[in-house]
């Protein structure tokens, strides 16, 4: 497998040509960039500008591994508001044009919620209706995500939705589109689970991975810990995506970062990553 570093995992306001420089001194392979509203890679990013940042990281020796965004939290593909539904679709549409120029294959999306405890005044979606709008909302960008020759990753996160891992995959496969599957995250799937069924029972339907790390006994956003500290079973975890055959890009997500000495999470996670991927088994 392949390793790479969520954007998120560096300091917030950091430009992306240092994170990605800073990342191949630490000795990933790629980087994991990230849609936002707006910046040096915003809704308002030309193609000729993605262009060029691609260029600047390939200069560097990194690949761009994936695009994800945070914007779906703000925008429902599940939402009330048909508005806020195609709102969300165009982010999706012009995420699978950006990844093209960016020559990134997968984009993270999260296709709504049901709810969510940590968004304060959060509504609550019926959740027969989420599926049935995530599913139309899904399906409809399928052609797109084929055009563009970019897959959608559904990412499984704390939105009480596709709760299990038989709930995902039946999903998946109702849309019926190669270019639709998982962007599978390793950590979120602990505090009510284990990461290595999930990998077995998704398959081939996995397009691209985050790494993170849960303890069990802090609870809530606080589980979050450093790579090896938390809870996951590394060793089970490695064993079944062997078992599925998958060798595609690991992409730690770190948040939140360290307090002082941020850039040291970097360098930590990719020593981590390296005992986890058995590139220097201890």
Not at 116 to 137: M, N
Not at 201 to 206: A, D, F, H, N, V
Not at 235 to 241: H, I, K, L, Q, Y
Not at 260 to 272: D, L, M, R, V
């Amino acid at each position: 497998m392949k390793k790479g570093i969520n954007i998120w995992s560096f300091p917030d306001g950091k430009p992306v040509l240092e994170c990605a420089k800073l990342a191949k001194k630490a000795g990933f392979d790629g980087i994991e960039l990230s849609l936002n509203e707006s910046g040096e890679l915003g809704l308002e990013t030309t193609g000729q500008e993605a262009l060029a940042l691609r260029h600047q990281i390939m200069d560097l020796g990194l690949e761009i591994s994936g695009l994800a965004t945070g914007l779906y939290w703000a925008h429902w593909m599940t939402s009330e508001s048909e508005a806020t539904r195609t709102k969300a679709m165009d982010i999706c549409k012009k995420q699978l044009e950006t990844a093209a120029v960016l020559g990134a294959d997968t984009i993270l999306v999260i296709p709504g919620a049901v709810g969510v405890d940590f968004i304060p005044g959060c509504g609550v979606i019926e959740y027969d209706k989420a599926y049935e709008r995530a599913q139309e909302s899904i399906s409809r960008l399928a052609p797109f995500a084929e055009q563009t020759g970019v897959s959608i990753g559904i990412e499984n996160v704390w939105n009480k939705f596709l709760l299990s891992p038989l709930e995902l995959r039946q999903f998946i496969d109702s849309i019926g589109s190669p270019f639709i599957g998982s962007y599978f995250d390793v950590g979120n799937v602990v505090h009510s689970g284990y990461p290595e069924h999930w990998i077995r029972i998704l398959g081939s339907r996995i397009k691209k991975v985050h790494f993170k790390d849960y303890r069990r006994q802090a609870g809530g956003l606080h589980g979050f810990v450093d790579l090896l500290a938390g809870d996951v079973d590394y060793p089970a975890v490695m064993a079944a995506f062997r078992e599925i055959g998958y060798d595609g890009y690991a992409a730690a997500e770190m948040i939140p970062n360290y307090t002082y000495h941020t850039e040291q999470i970097i360098y930590n996670t990719s020593a981590s990553m390296d005992v986890i991927l058995g590139r220097n088994a201890l």
